[in-house]
Protein backbone atom coordinates (compact mmCIF):
# COMPACT_ATOMS: atom_id res chain seq x y z
CA UNK A 1 0.00 0.00 0.00
CA UNK A 2 0.78 4.00 -0.44
CA UNK A 3 0.17 6.37 1.40
CA UNK A 4 0.75 10.24 -0.51
CA UNK A 5 0.25 13.03 1.97
CA UNK A 6 -1.68 16.33 0.02
CA UNK A 7 -0.81 19.23 2.33
CA UNK A 8 -3.03 22.29 1.35
CA UNK A 9 -2.72 24.38 4.93
CA UNK A 10 1.25 22.80 5.64
CA UNK A 11 1.84 26.05 8.20
CA UNK A 12 -1.17 24.58 10.63
CA UNK A 13 -0.49 22.86 13.59
CA UNK A 14 -2.20 19.57 13.90
CA UNK A 15 -4.71 21.21 16.21
CA UNK A 16 -5.51 23.64 13.72
CA UNK A 17 -6.72 21.23 10.82
CA UNK A 18 -9.05 18.94 9.62
CA UNK A 19 -7.96 15.78 8.43
CA UNK A 20 -9.90 13.80 6.32
CA UNK A 21 -8.82 10.83 5.23
CA UNK A 22 -9.74 9.19 1.49
CA UNK A 23 -9.26 5.89 0.55
CA UNK A 24 -9.15 4.97 -2.97
CA UNK A 25 -7.85 1.90 -5.39
CA UNK A 26 -4.47 1.38 -6.11
CA UNK A 27 -5.42 -0.57 -9.11
CA UNK A 28 -8.69 -1.26 -11.22
CA UNK A 29 -10.76 1.94 -11.50
CA UNK A 30 -8.14 4.86 -11.66
CA UNK A 31 -9.54 6.35 -14.01
CA UNK A 32 -12.44 7.40 -12.39
CA UNK A 33 -10.83 8.27 -9.17
CA UNK A 34 -7.98 9.90 -10.14
CA UNK A 35 -10.89 12.78 -10.87
CA UNK A 36 -12.76 12.53 -7.59
CA UNK A 37 -9.22 13.13 -6.05
CA UNK A 38 -8.90 16.03 -7.96
CA UNK A 39 -12.35 17.39 -7.20
CA UNK A 40 -11.45 17.06 -3.72
CA UNK A 41 -8.46 19.04 -4.13
CA UNK A 42 -10.26 21.38 -5.75
CA UNK A 43 -13.02 21.86 -3.68
CA UNK A 44 -10.72 21.48 -0.15
CA UNK A 45 -7.98 24.79 -1.87
CA UNK A 46 -11.21 26.84 -2.22
CA UNK A 47 -12.45 26.44 1.44
CA UNK A 48 -9.26 26.86 2.61
CA UNK A 49 -8.53 30.28 0.73
CA UNK A 50 -11.72 31.93 1.92
CA UNK A 51 -10.76 30.61 5.83
CA UNK A 52 -11.93 27.20 6.14
CA UNK A 53 -14.34 25.37 8.44
CA UNK A 54 -14.46 27.24 11.60
CA UNK A 55 -11.01 28.93 11.27
CA UNK A 56 -9.72 25.15 10.24
CA UNK A 57 -7.91 24.05 7.23
CA UNK A 58 -8.87 20.66 5.31
CA UNK A 59 -6.21 18.56 5.17
CA UNK A 60 -6.21 15.64 2.86
CA UNK A 61 -4.52 12.13 3.86
CA UNK A 62 -4.58 10.12 0.52
CA UNK A 63 -3.99 6.13 1.03
CA UNK A 64 -4.11 3.94 -2.32
CA UNK A 65 -5.65 0.28 -1.68
CA UNK A 66 -5.66 -3.08 -3.79
CA UNK A 67 -9.05 -4.12 -4.14
CA UNK A 68 -8.35 -7.34 -1.92
CA UNK A 69 -10.63 -6.78 2.05
CA UNK A 70 -7.02 -7.34 4.06
CA UNK A 71 -5.40 -4.42 1.64
CA UNK A 72 -8.53 -2.16 2.12
CA UNK A 73 -8.48 -2.69 6.03
CA UNK A 74 -5.21 -2.43 6.59
CA UNK A 75 -5.30 1.16 4.63
CA UNK A 76 -7.61 2.23 7.57
CA UNK A 77 -6.03 0.61 10.16
CA UNK A 78 -2.83 2.38 9.19
CA UNK A 79 -4.72 6.14 8.54
CA UNK A 80 -6.54 5.38 12.24
CA UNK A 81 -2.96 5.08 13.36
CA UNK A 82 -1.37 8.14 11.80
CA UNK A 83 -3.53 10.61 11.08
CA UNK A 84 -6.72 9.79 12.73
CA UNK A 85 -8.71 11.82 10.53
CA UNK A 86 -12.31 13.39 11.65
CA UNK A 87 -13.51 11.46 8.91
CA UNK A 88 -13.32 9.57 5.39
CA UNK A 89 -13.93 9.08 1.75
CA UNK A 90 -14.17 5.95 0.24
CA UNK A 91 -14.25 5.59 -3.57
CA UNK A 92 -15.83 2.43 -5.42
CA UNK A 93 -18.20 0.34 -4.64
CA UNK A 94 -15.79 -1.84 -3.16
CA UNK A 95 -13.99 -0.17 -0.63
CA UNK A 96 -17.02 1.44 0.61
CA UNK A 97 -18.88 -1.40 1.16
CA UNK A 98 -15.31 -3.32 3.36
CA UNK A 99 -14.85 0.12 4.70
CA UNK A 100 -18.55 0.45 6.48
CA UNK A 101 -18.47 -2.92 8.68
CA UNK A 102 -14.94 -2.04 9.86
CA UNK A 103 -15.75 2.19 10.69
CA UNK A 104 -18.83 1.16 12.43
CA UNK A 105 -16.53 -0.54 15.21
CA UNK A 106 -14.47 2.92 15.45
CA UNK A 107 -17.84 5.08 15.30
CA UNK A 108 -16.48 7.09 12.30
CA UNK A 109 -18.28 8.26 9.17
CA UNK A 110 -17.44 7.18 5.88
CA UNK A 111 -18.53 8.76 2.88
CA UNK A 112 -18.63 6.62 -0.16
CA UNK A 113 -18.11 8.64 -3.48
CA UNK A 114 -18.73 6.96 -6.99
CA UNK A 115 -20.26 4.17 -5.18
CA UNK A 116 -23.93 3.45 -6.71
CA UNK A 117 -25.01 0.77 -3.64
CA UNK A 118 -26.91 2.73 -1.62
CA UNK A 119 -29.28 0.20 -0.09
CA UNK A 120 -26.17 -1.47 1.28
CA UNK A 121 -24.72 1.68 2.39
CA UNK A 122 -28.09 2.51 4.36
CA UNK A 123 -27.65 -0.40 6.88
CA UNK A 124 -24.75 0.89 7.72
CA UNK A 125 -25.08 3.60 10.80
CA UNK A 126 -21.84 5.30 10.03
CA UNK A 127 -21.39 4.97 6.44
CA UNK A 128 -23.03 7.78 3.46
CA UNK A 129 -23.03 7.43 -0.10
CA UNK A 130 -23.27 10.65 -3.01
CA UNK A 131 -23.70 9.33 -6.10
CA UNK A 132 -26.23 8.18 -8.45
CA UNK A 133 -28.59 4.72 -7.72
CA UNK A 134 -27.92 1.81 -9.53
CA UNK A 135 -31.92 2.12 -10.10
CA UNK A 136 -31.55 5.79 -11.90
CA UNK A 137 -28.13 4.37 -14.03
CA UNK A 138 -30.61 1.61 -15.63
CA UNK A 139 -34.03 3.82 -16.34
CA UNK A 140 -32.60 6.16 -18.56
CA UNK A 141 -31.16 2.43 -20.55
CA UNK A 142 -34.63 0.95 -20.28
CA UNK A 143 -36.08 3.98 -21.75
CA UNK A 144 -33.72 4.02 -24.39
CA UNK A 145 -34.23 0.07 -25.51
CA UNK A 146 -37.89 0.95 -25.54
CA UNK A 147 -37.30 4.15 -27.89
CA UNK A 148 -35.07 1.85 -30.12
CA UNK A 149 -37.36 -1.44 -29.90
CA UNK A 150 -34.65 -3.86 -29.03
CA UNK A 151 -36.00 -7.19 -28.75
CA UNK A 152 -32.35 -9.17 -28.43
CA UNK A 153 -30.16 -7.39 -25.88
CA UNK A 154 -26.54 -8.31 -24.97
CA UNK A 155 -25.32 -7.27 -21.90
CA UNK A 156 -21.28 -7.21 -20.83
CA UNK A 157 -20.90 -6.98 -17.38
CA UNK A 158 -18.46 -6.82 -14.45
CA UNK A 159 -18.43 -9.48 -12.35
CA UNK A 160 -18.86 -7.81 -8.91
CA UNK A 161 -21.33 -6.74 -6.64
CA UNK A 162 -22.97 -3.71 -9.15
CA UNK A 163 -22.07 -4.94 -12.01
CA UNK A 164 -24.38 -8.26 -11.21
CA UNK A 165 -26.65 -5.52 -9.79
CA UNK A 166 -26.92 -4.00 -13.04
CA UNK A 167 -27.73 -6.92 -14.96
CA UNK A 168 -29.82 -8.27 -12.92
CA UNK A 169 -32.04 -4.49 -12.92
CA UNK A 170 -32.21 -4.98 -16.67
CA UNK A 171 -32.82 -8.75 -17.12
CA UNK A 172 -36.20 -7.39 -14.44
CA UNK A 173 -37.08 -4.67 -16.46
CA UNK A 174 -36.29 -6.07 -20.29
CA UNK A 175 -39.33 -7.83 -20.30
CA UNK A 176 -41.77 -8.60 -23.38
CA UNK A 177 -42.71 -10.53 -26.07
CA UNK A 178 -39.64 -11.52 -28.44
CA UNK A 179 -37.39 -9.75 -25.66
CA UNK A 180 -34.18 -11.88 -24.94
CA UNK A 181 -31.42 -11.02 -23.19
CA UNK A 182 -27.76 -12.46 -23.40
CA UNK A 183 -25.04 -11.61 -20.83
CA UNK A 184 -21.20 -12.46 -20.67
CA UNK A 185 -19.43 -11.27 -17.69
CA UNK A 186 -15.40 -10.10 -16.83
CA UNK A 187 -13.44 -9.69 -13.73
CA UNK A 188 -12.49 -6.80 -13.58
CA UNK A 189 -8.57 -7.49 -13.57
CA UNK A 190 -9.19 -9.43 -17.41
CA UNK A 191 -11.54 -7.20 -19.61
CA UNK A 192 -9.63 -9.15 -22.53
CA UNK A 193 -11.24 -12.17 -21.33
CA UNK A 194 -14.99 -11.59 -22.61
CA UNK A 195 -16.38 -13.53 -25.58
CA UNK A 196 -17.54 -11.51 -28.12
CA UNK A 197 -18.86 -13.67 -31.03
CA UNK A 198 -22.12 -14.87 -29.68
CA UNK A 199 -23.53 -11.28 -28.27
CA UNK A 200 -22.61 -9.84 -31.31
CA UNK A 201 -24.30 -12.39 -33.88
CA UNK A 202 -27.60 -12.68 -32.27
CA UNK A 203 -27.90 -9.07 -30.06
CA UNK A 204 -29.39 -6.19 -31.60
CA UNK A 205 -28.09 -3.71 -29.07
CA UNK A 206 -25.23 -4.71 -26.79
CA UNK A 207 -24.91 -2.58 -23.34
CA UNK A 208 -21.46 -2.50 -21.65
CA UNK A 209 -21.07 -1.63 -17.74
CA UNK A 210 -17.42 -1.74 -15.38
CA UNK A 211 -14.50 0.33 -14.30
CA UNK A 212 -14.27 3.22 -17.04
CA UNK A 213 -11.17 2.33 -18.27
CA UNK A 214 -12.35 -1.69 -19.00
CA UNK A 215 -15.71 0.18 -20.25
CA UNK A 216 -12.93 1.99 -22.93
CA UNK A 217 -11.35 -1.53 -23.33
CA UNK A 218 -14.68 -3.09 -24.14
CA UNK A 219 -16.14 -0.06 -26.45
CA UNK A 220 -12.70 -0.34 -28.77
CA UNK A 221 -13.29 -4.17 -29.12
CA UNK A 222 -16.82 -3.57 -30.22
CA UNK A 223 -15.84 -0.95 -32.63
CA UNK A 224 -12.50 -3.18 -34.25
CA UNK A 225 -14.97 -5.87 -34.57
CA UNK A 226 -17.32 -3.77 -36.67
CA UNK A 227 -20.28 -4.20 -34.59
CA UNK A 228 -23.14 -2.83 -36.41
CA UNK A 229 -26.31 -3.25 -33.51
CA UNK A 230 -27.19 -0.37 -30.86
CA UNK A 231 -24.15 0.35 -28.01
CA UNK A 232 -25.01 1.26 -25.02
CA UNK A 233 -22.77 1.90 -22.26
CA UNK A 234 -23.24 3.15 -17.99
CA UNK A 235 -22.06 6.79 -17.12
CA UNK A 236 -18.93 6.29 -16.95
CA UNK A 237 -18.33 6.74 -20.60
CA UNK A 238 -19.53 10.62 -19.88
CA UNK A 239 -15.73 10.61 -17.84
CA UNK A 240 -13.60 9.66 -20.54
CA UNK A 241 -11.14 12.60 -21.22
CA UNK A 242 -11.23 14.24 -24.17
CA UNK A 243 -14.72 12.36 -25.51
CA UNK A 244 -13.65 11.80 -29.43
CA UNK A 245 -16.30 11.13 -32.10
CA UNK A 246 -14.54 7.19 -31.63
CA UNK A 247 -17.66 7.11 -29.54
CA UNK A 248 -20.41 8.30 -31.85
CA UNK A 249 -23.75 7.05 -31.67
CA UNK A 250 -23.48 5.04 -28.26
CA UNK A 251 -25.80 5.78 -25.83
CA UNK A 252 -25.74 6.71 -22.07
CA UNK A 253 -26.96 7.76 -18.81
CA UNK A 254 -25.91 11.01 -18.14
CA UNK A 255 -26.26 13.66 -15.52
CA UNK A 256 -27.22 17.16 -16.35
CA UNK A 257 -24.04 18.45 -15.67
CA UNK A 258 -22.77 17.63 -18.96
CA UNK A 259 -25.76 20.56 -20.01
CA UNK A 260 -23.60 23.25 -18.54
CA UNK A 261 -26.78 25.65 -18.54
CA UNK A 262 -26.13 25.90 -14.72
CA UNK A 263 -24.21 28.69 -13.65
CA UNK A 264 -22.77 27.01 -10.83
CA UNK A 265 -21.59 24.05 -13.08
CA UNK A 266 -20.29 26.13 -15.52
CA UNK A 267 -18.03 28.01 -13.06
CA UNK A 268 -16.86 25.39 -11.62
CA UNK A 269 -15.96 23.73 -14.88
CA UNK A 270 -13.84 26.95 -15.47
CA UNK A 271 -11.91 26.79 -12.07
CA UNK A 272 -11.04 22.91 -12.56
CA UNK A 273 -10.36 22.80 -16.50
CA UNK A 274 -7.87 25.71 -15.72
CA UNK A 275 -6.07 23.87 -12.86
CA UNK A 276 -5.80 20.62 -13.94
CA UNK A 277 -6.23 20.93 -17.87
CA UNK A 278 -8.58 18.34 -18.48
CA UNK A 279 -11.88 17.57 -19.13
CA UNK A 280 -14.27 18.53 -15.55
CA UNK A 281 -16.57 15.37 -15.32
CA UNK A 282 -18.81 13.62 -12.79
CA UNK A 283 -16.56 11.81 -10.96
CA UNK A 284 -14.43 15.40 -9.94
CA UNK A 285 -17.92 16.95 -9.76
CA UNK A 286 -18.93 13.83 -7.26
CA UNK A 287 -15.48 14.65 -5.24
CA UNK A 288 -16.27 18.59 -5.36
CA UNK A 289 -19.73 18.63 -4.39
CA UNK A 290 -18.89 16.45 -1.48
CA UNK A 291 -16.32 18.46 0.35
CA UNK A 292 -18.52 21.66 0.21
CA UNK A 293 -21.45 19.72 1.20
CA UNK A 294 -19.82 18.49 4.55
CA UNK A 295 -17.80 21.61 5.28
CA UNK A 296 -21.09 23.71 5.09
CA UNK A 297 -23.12 21.13 7.30
CA UNK A 298 -20.06 21.74 10.26
CA UNK A 299 -20.05 25.29 9.95
CA UNK A 300 -20.38 26.88 13.40
CA UNK A 301 -20.33 23.52 14.65
CA UNK A 302 -18.42 21.45 17.13
CA UNK A 303 -16.33 19.53 14.99
CA UNK A 304 -16.20 15.64 15.71
CA UNK A 305 -17.16 12.69 14.33
CA UNK A 306 -20.18 12.41 16.38
CA UNK A 307 -21.07 15.84 15.09
CA UNK A 308 -20.02 15.12 11.09
CA UNK A 309 -22.86 11.54 11.52
CA UNK A 310 -25.67 13.71 13.09
CA UNK A 311 -25.22 16.52 10.52
CA UNK A 312 -25.00 14.17 7.68
CA UNK A 313 -28.38 12.76 8.74
CA UNK A 314 -30.03 15.81 8.80
CA UNK A 315 -32.52 17.04 6.54
CA UNK A 316 -30.79 19.91 4.31
CA UNK A 317 -30.35 20.84 0.53
CA UNK A 318 -27.32 21.47 -1.82
CA UNK A 319 -27.28 23.63 -4.77
CA UNK A 320 -24.55 22.18 -6.46
CA UNK A 321 -23.22 21.09 -9.58
CA UNK A 322 -25.33 18.43 -9.86
CA UNK A 323 -28.15 20.60 -9.26
CA UNK A 324 -30.80 21.28 -6.61
CA UNK A 325 -30.51 18.64 -4.29
CA UNK A 326 -32.53 17.61 -1.59
CA UNK A 327 -31.70 15.15 1.34
CA UNK A 328 -34.40 14.11 4.64
CA UNK A 329 -33.74 13.45 7.66
CA UNK A 330 -32.14 9.89 8.25
CA UNK A 331 -30.64 9.17 5.05
CA UNK A 332 -27.32 8.02 4.11
CA UNK A 333 -27.57 8.57 0.92
CA UNK A 334 -27.33 12.10 -1.81
CA UNK A 335 -27.62 11.04 -5.22
CA UNK A 336 -28.46 13.13 -8.53
CA UNK A 337 -30.57 11.89 -11.46
CA UNK A 338 -29.00 10.88 -14.69
CA UNK A 339 -31.35 10.99 -18.43
CA UNK A 340 -31.19 9.33 -21.71
CA UNK A 341 -28.28 10.61 -23.68
CA UNK A 342 -26.05 9.83 -26.75
CA UNK A 343 -22.81 10.82 -27.94
CA UNK A 344 -22.87 13.25 -31.13
CA UNK A 345 -19.98 14.85 -32.67
CA UNK A 346 -17.77 13.82 -29.55
CA UNK A 347 -20.36 15.25 -27.12
CA UNK A 348 -23.11 14.38 -25.29
CA UNK A 349 -26.57 14.83 -26.86
CA UNK A 350 -29.35 14.63 -24.28
CA UNK A 351 -33.06 12.52 -25.89
CA UNK A 352 -35.81 14.59 -25.80
Same mark, same amino acid.
Request: one cysteine or more.
Given at each position: ????????????????????? =?????????????????????????????????????????????????????????????????????????????? /????????? =??? /??????????????????????????????????????????????????????????????????????????????????????????????? #?????????????????????? /?????????????????? #??????????? #????????????????????????????? !? #?????????????????????????????????????????? /???????????????? !???????
Amino acid at each position: MIMILIVLASCSPNNEKIIVA =VVLPMNGPVTETRYVIEGLELASHEINENGGVNGKHIDLIVSESYLDAASIRRAFVELERNAEPLFYISVTDIISLEL /GSVAEKYSV =VIG /GLASSIQQEVHRQNWTFSYFSTVEQEVLPIHQILEQLNVKKLGIIYQNDQLGRLYEKKLRTSFTGPERKILSESFEYSSPGSVKYSTLTDLCDAI #YVTGFTDNLAEILRELRARHYS /GIILADSGLASLNLLSTK #YNDIYLPAPVL #YNFNNAYANSTKKRYEERYLKKFTHFAAN !G #YDFIHIVAGLLENKHLSRDTVRSRLLSQFSYPGVFGYIEKQE /GEHYLNFSLYPARVVG !GKIHYLE
